[in-house]
């Protein structure tokens, strides 16, 4: 997976941090990783049986297997200390929520056959690391006996308190950000109503996920009045200054996994405005968590937004880097 990617990112972030030694009694011994072949075929293959064979084999040699993404959950062995870190549970149980899909509803007899295996990889792990307290609350329903531990996102503080630039792109007076895919649960349209005839900018930062879907939210965004900016995607250092001269986020999502924008802008040190779902509601401060769909309620916070640059910081700081690897040791220590 690309590290520009949640998954990928949080991927690349675990094995950086067991390199470096960082979760202290613990080292990194060997990664598994295979690149997508354009094969469908060789592409089943490698998940169903090279891959599981060969993690098998190392699984004799080590004395954790650590799978970072529940999607490859069909890689835990039948044998040995196996830990699943779980971000969601969208495609293994599709719901809806407030009138949108979450996770695919109609997948096809292949996926299907590749979802209960992940099902049978989740249920064989000695661990589950949950990423959210919603979805450990989950896996506990859906995966009973299984033990869990609640790790959530760890983001480097001192990233984001790096002298910065104000992007070009910016306008006068009040500069919004929302972050994300234009997939439904996201909503911008959302945030696109929200700012519709009042004197915002709002930025939209992410690459589409097609050109139709941007095509249908600027002229969404043309019909309500919104002065809609299309960013795209951004470097790192690019997203930082965005995030540290913008007046707020917008995070109108209404199902996440964590939600990794908005502890991004209090490490930042800037508001996140967030609707009141899971899980990325377990971030922010009380008064930044507004009703998914209350749009009055969205203008009334966005008008009175005032700089409150150190409440945010101090609570980002619940979500360093030191406090993660504390919590992944504690994991890690369990299974012994």
């Known amino acids: 997976m690309s590290p520009y990617s949640g998954l990928g990112s949080t991927h690349s972030a675990l094995l950086e941090r067991l390199k470096s030694g960082s979760v202290e009694g613990y080292q990194l011994g060997s990664v598994h990783e295979y690149d997508l072949s354009k094969n469908p075929i060789k592409r089943l293959w490698r998940r169903w049986k090279s891959a599981p064979k060969k993690v098998a084999q190392w699984a004799e040699a080590h004395d954790i297997v650590h799978i970072?993404?529940?999607?490859?959950?069909?890689?835990?062995?039948?044998?040995?200390?196996?830990?699943?870190?779980?971000?969601?549970?969208?495609?293994?149980?599709?719901?809806?929520?407030?009138?949108?899909?979450?996770?695919?509803?109609?997948?096809?007899?292949?996926?299907k056959r590749d979802l209960n295996k992940i099902k049978q990889g989740i249920a064989r792990a000695d661990l589950l690391v949950c990423v959210s307290k919603d979805t450990k609350q989950e896996c506990?329903?859906?995966?009973?006996?299984?033990?869990?531990?609640?790790?959530?996102?760890?983001?480097?503080?001192?990233?984001?308190?790096?002298?910065?630039?104000?992007?070009?792109?910016?306008?006068?007076?009040?500069?919004?950000?929302?972050?994300?895919?234009?997939?439904?649960?996201?909503?911008?349209?959302?945030?696109?109503?929200?700012?519709?005839?009042?004197?915002?900018?709002?930025?939209?930062i992410g690459a589409e996920s097609s050109p139709d879907s941007k095509k249908k939210l600027c002229n969404l965004a043309d019909d309500l009045n919104c002065n809609l900016n299309w960013v795209g995607r951004l470097e790192q250092d690019e997203m930082i200054a965005a995030l540290q001269h913008a007046d707020a986020l917008l995070f109108p999502s209404i199902a996440e996994g964590f939600g990794l924008p908005p502890l991004e802008a209090y490490a930042a040190g800037t508001v996140a405005l967030v609707a009141d779902a899971p899980a990325h509601n377990e971030i922010p401060l009380e008064h930044?968590?507004?009703?998914?769909?209350?749009?009055?309620?969205?203008?009334?916070?966005?008008?009175?937004?005032?700089?409150?640059?150190?409440?945010?910081?101090?609570?980002a700081a619940d979500f360093s880097v030191e406090k993660w690897t504390e919590r992944l040791q504690e994991a890690y220590n369990s299974l012994f």
């Open 68 to 111: 970072t993404d529940q999607e490859q959950a069909g890689l835990v062995p039948q044998n040995g200390k196996s830990i699943v870190t779980v971000h969601d549970l969208f495609h293994l149980f599709p719901s809806q929520r407030e009138g949108v899909e979450i996770g695919d509803h109609k997948p096809s007899m292949i996926r």
């Open 140 to 204: 506990e329903m859906r995966f009973p006996g299984i033990a869990t531990a609640w790790i959530p996102h760890a983001i480097e503080i001192e990233q984001y308190a790096v002298d910065t630039v104000r992007p070009s792109w910016f306008k006068d007076g009040i500069n919004l950000i929302i972050i994300g895919s234009e997939e439904p649960r996201k909503r911008v349209e959302f945030a696109i109503e929200v700012c519709g005839g009042i004197n915002v900018t709002l930025h939209k």
């Open 288 to 315: 930044h968590i507004l009703p998914h769909d209350d749009i009055q309620m969205w203008r009334t916070a966005i008008s009175e937004l005032s700089d409150e640059s150190d409440e945010v910081r101090a609570k």
